[in-house]
């Protein structure tokens, strides 16, 4: 009796670990894009959100983790990721980070789509390489997202 107790437990820890609201980590070379399917390589420009569930879905770049917002509801994710460009590989809260379109930094999927974890870092870099300065909540409505209001509250 005390086994199948153990056992329970056991199981109950691990689907509870399983459900887990945390990044995983992006394998830069082999893990493809959901949205695109690309391979994802740059460590400057990937994204990811998890779901409320812990399920994660990677992207190779920030804008297809945005266009790829548009076809589900966003209620259900917990986590919006991008990589910082100035730490590559480094995940940051993409609801808070200051995104930067210009012609001089190229992204993976052409839209020119880069994010700064601070506005200051954004605003240098803008200087640097010219162009339009975003933040979340106008990063969601350029790519019509639709939900954005909720987007802009995690």
């Known amino acids: 009796m005390k086994g ?16 887990s609201i945390t990044p995983k980590p992006i394998n830069y070379g082999s893990d493809g894009c959901h949205f695109c399917s690309m391979t994802i ?12 569930k812990g399920k994660a879905f990677k992207f190779d770049a920030a804008e297809c983790m945005m ?11 917990s986590l919006f990721l991008v990589n910082d460009y100035h730490s590559p590989g480094d995940l940051i809260d993409a609801t808070k980070a200051t995104y930067l379109i210009s012609k001089n930094i190229p992204s ?9 974890e601070s506005k200051a870092i ?9 162009g339009k300065l975003f933040t979340w909540t106008e990063l969601s409505n350029r790519f019509d997202v639709g939900q954005d209001d909720k987007i802009s509250l995690k």
Do not use: W
């Open 122 to 130: 954004a605003e240098k870099a803008r200087e640097q390489h010219e």
């Open 41 to 52: 390589v740059d460590k400057q420009h990937a994204a990811q959100f998890v779901t409320e």
């Open 108 to 116: 993976p999927m052409g839209e020119y789509l880069t994010a700064f």
């Open 67 to 77: 266009n790829h917002l548009k076809e589900i509801d966003v209620a259900t994710v």
């Open 4 to 19: 199948k107790h153990i056992n329970f437990a056991l199981i109950l820890i691990l689907l509870i670990a399983s459900c």
